[in-house]
Nanobody, 127 residues
């Protein structure tokens, strides 16, 4: 079994920064991509960012471009989300997700494309 464990969430004021981490453990995963999604109260889960594991290509939703940066450490099997210039609308539970190789692939922004999920970490941004 593959486990994803997020950390780094918390409460900050608008304009502040947080760095989320997501470590993969358990069975060795042949990772094709990892992504970050978020879900605010009363809203559907939405895509935030993704990274193609081998090549390092990155993808972002428009609302976080220029503020958030996704990166990975292959040796540590860890993906990061550096969040700068945080806004109150960034408040949500953030989930990391991993997709293994294999099968047809539609796109990085679809949560159905990911096989494994973390438990989520709360990010709260106050104005």
């Amino acid at each position: 079994q593959v486990q994803l464990v997020e950390s780094g969430g918390g409460a900050v004021q608008a304009g502040g920064s947080l760095r989320l981490s997501c470590a993969t453990s358990g069975r060795t995963l042949s990772t094709y991509a990892m992504g970050w999604f978020r879900q605010a109260p009363g809203k559907e889960r939405e895509f935030v960012a993704a990274i193609r594991w081998s090549a390092g290509n990155t993808y972002y939703t428009n609302s976080v471009k220029g503020r958030f940066t996704i990166s990975r450490d292959n040796a540590k099997n860890t993906v990061y989300l550096q969040m700068n210039s945080l806004k109150p609308e960034d408040t949500a539970v953030y989930y990391c997700a991993a997709r293994a190789y294999g099968g047809s692939f539609v796109g990085f922004s679809r949560d159905s494309e990911y096989h494994y999920w973390g438990q989520g970490t709360q990010v709260t941004v106050s104005s």
